[in-house]
């Protein structure tokens, strides 16, 4: 197998770490708050998993989603397992506002406009709550 970076390194700020799965934050100045879950072992597909894999993972994306949720306060979530160019199981999780770059686009799109430096500020300043609370929710059995 060729090298993977998702194998290699961490992939962003590690929030949460178990045996299965790492929940990281990507330092994106554009997206505060931009997260990925990434499945640990090499595996390409969902369907590489155990349907109780599976479900850990995707419920672990619906926790990172509500603390997303919770702290950013966006107007949208972005969930998306692409995979293309890092064939390596993982989800993006993207606070949207109609105000970021590439709204209403995929942030992969062109952009749109610039966001204002500010109010990207207002969302950096979030950030310390989002990791307490993306710790919280995965904690949390429920």
């Known amino acids: 197998m060729a090298t993977c970076e998702l194998c290699d390194e961490s992939g962003g700020e590690i929030l949460f770490r178990n ?3 790492r929940i990281v934050l990507i330092a994106d100045a554009n997206y505060p708050g931009f997260c990925r879950v990434i499945w640990n072992a090499h595996v390409k597909e969902m369907t590489d998993l155990k349907p109780e894999e599976r479900s850990a993972l995707m419920k672990t994306v619906c926790q ?9 306060q966006p107007e949208k ?10 064939p390596h199981l993982h989800w ?20 749109q406009r610039q966001t204002a430096e500010d109010i990207l500020a207002e969302r950096r300043a979030l950030l310390p709550a989002l990791r307490e609370a993306v710790v919280r929710y995965v904690s949390c059995t429920a």
């Not at 990172?64 to 950013?72: F, G, K, Q, T």
């Not at 979530?77 to 890092?86: C, E, T, Y």
Request: glycine share 2%.
């Open 19 to 21: 045996e299965q799965l």
């Open 64 to 72: 990172v989603e509500s603390a997303l949720r919770e702290v950013m």
């Open 77 to 86: 979530i972005n969930l998306a397992a692409l995979g293309n160019m890092v």
């Open 92 to 111: 993006h999780l993207i606070p949207r506002f109609t105000d970021d770059a590439h709204y209403p686009n995929p942030v992969w799109a062109v952009a």
